[in-house]
């Protein structure tokens, strides 16, 4: 019923920039939180930037003064801008979005956790 569809990933050298793009669509009804994490191989998967419906942020650590996250709620759309990419930037970014959509005429389902399918972002050094 539901689906987030990332963009924007890709090689780019050390220092460069990228934009990704989540896209959410379907019966959706609301859309409270959104955020990007990412996982490099072997590690866990981290919160990188969330905003809330409201637009306020936060960001891990790692990322502060680098990467800015936005969002379009007319277009249920959350962005992720990324500058100065380090090497250690590499990894699979997934959308998450915590959502309520419709099943059925006065049902709906609030999902916490909704995530899209990743998309791969490496830094070459």
């Known amino acids: 019923q539901v689906q987030l569809v990332e963009s924007g990933g890709g090689l780019v050298q050390a220092g460069g920039s990228l934009r990704l793009s989540c896209a959410a669509s379907?019966?959706?009804?609301?859309?409270?939180?959104m955020g990007w994490y990412r996982q490099a191989p072997g590690k866990q998967r981290e919160l990188v930037a969330a905003?809330?419906?409201?637009?306020?942020?936060n960001y891990a650590d790692s990322v502060k003064g680098r990467f800015t996250i936005s969002r379009d709620n007319a277009k249920n759309t959350v962005y992720l801008q990324m500058n100065s990419l380090k090497p250690e930037d590499t990894a699979v970014y997934y959308c998450?979005?915590?959502?309520?959509?419709?099943?059925?005429?006065?049902?709906?389902?609030?999902?916490?956790?909704?995530w899209g399918q990743g998309t791969q972002v490496t830094v070459s050094s």
């Open positions: 998450n979005a915590d959502l309520v959509y419709t099943i059925a005429i006065s049902t709906r389902i609030h999902e916490y956790d909704y």
């Open positions: 905003i809330n419906s409201g637009g306020s942020t």
């Open positions: 379907g019966s959706i009804f609301s859309i409270n939180a």
